[in-house]
């Protein structure tokens, strides 16, 4: 019976066949798949949302937290961004419209993270200062910065280092603690910081002395959400374009 079949179907016409079905659905499906991460969902012309009714737009995908929440793949950015297009068609680039590192523009841009504390496999909060730490120290041999001076780009004293932020769950230094010298205390990302110098005091190329006032802050003293990670993090980024007058020049 086989023999018979065969004899009248091209077997390797018939797999060649299936496989151009089969690699034809899986482009479809990863091209429908890849608009939920980073695709727009309203024009940037009229704001008006894309056809959800399109094949090429994906169902609506919960995921489940592992708080018991869940959060949606199709969440629209809610934030009134302080920018405007500089010409009127789509893609046209952006030009910040206020203070760019405020508003969360350009490299100071931020994502919308949950505004909840990152926790411990244990449960308890992952990043917390050095004091709320005892059995944590600084290595023997390695230079304290609690107590050292914090200069901006521009060599101006920003404040003073008043305490180490730990994530005990990597043992690592995540955040320097900052007492301004106006008042108030700030987070410094410890990748952005460089102790040098003699005398010793922490280097922070990314933003000016002054600039430190606004660098965004903790609802608790002693905790940090992912959100305002996201927050500190970014402002210090777009430091880097938009500190100083002169980094938005072209290089050559």
Known sequence: MSASITSHIDVAQVALYTFWLFFAGLIFYLRREDRREGYPLHSEVTGEPFNQDSLLIPDEKLFKLANGETTSSMRADTRDLRMAPTEGWSGAPFEPTGDPMVDGVGPAAWAERRDVVETTYEGSPKIIPMRKLP?????????????????????????????????????????????????????????????????????????????????PKTKDADTVTLLEEDKICAYYAGGYLYATPDRLKPII
Not at 177 to 190: F, R
Request: with cysteine; net charge negative; hydrophobic share 40%.
């Open 135 to 215: 059995e944590f120290e600084v290595a023997t041999g390695d230079v304290d910065p609690r107590g050292l001076p914090v200069k901006g780009c521009d060599k101006q004293v920003a404040g003073t280092v008043r305490d180490l932020w730990i994530d005990h769950g990597e043992q690592m230094i995540r955040y320097l603690e900052v007492e301004l010298e106006g008042g108030g205390n700030v987070l410094l990302p410890m990748t952005m910081a460089k102790l040098t110098g003699y005398p010793a005091h922490v280097a922070v190329n990314a933003i000016t002395g002054a600039q430190f006032a606004k660098v």
